[in-house]
């Protein structure tokens, strides 16, 4: 079962090539014998043009704050009325990628969709 948001990201010419880059360098890395310093500058990067994206052109998509992070619940106690803060915004979607992140391994191809 492909996830919602692969589904979604499928419809943005900008996801899918953000996402792919990105993805493609988790698959990179979590190959056995990668050495995780190899794939932690590439890795930032595409995320970081990811995640961007996320917030500037998707912001509609940001999940609430989770419960059981502890991170989201720092936030809910400060309680901070009007726009959220960007490094929020960028933990907001670092949650919202978890279903990318779970599908990109060795051997899986739902990444596929995207290209
Ligand atoms: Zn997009
Ligand atoms: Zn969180």
Known sequence: MVPELIERMAA????????VSYGMNLIGSRRPG???RDWEL????????????????????????Q???????????DHTIG??????????AWHLSA????VCTPGNHELTQLM
């Open 12 to 19: 943005c010419n900008d996801c899918r090539k953000l996402a």
């Open 34 to 36: 990668a050495d995780p």
């Open 42 to 65: 590439p890795l930032t990067s595409t995320r970081l043009h990811l995640d961007d994206h996320l917030i500037t052109a998707h912001a509609a998509w940001l999940p609430d704050r």
């Open 67 to 77: 419960p059981n992070c502890d991170i989201c619940g720092a936030w809910r106690e």
């Open 83 to 92: 726009p959220i803060h960007e490094a929020e915004a960028l933990h907001r």
């Open 99 to 102: 279903p990318l992140r779970e």
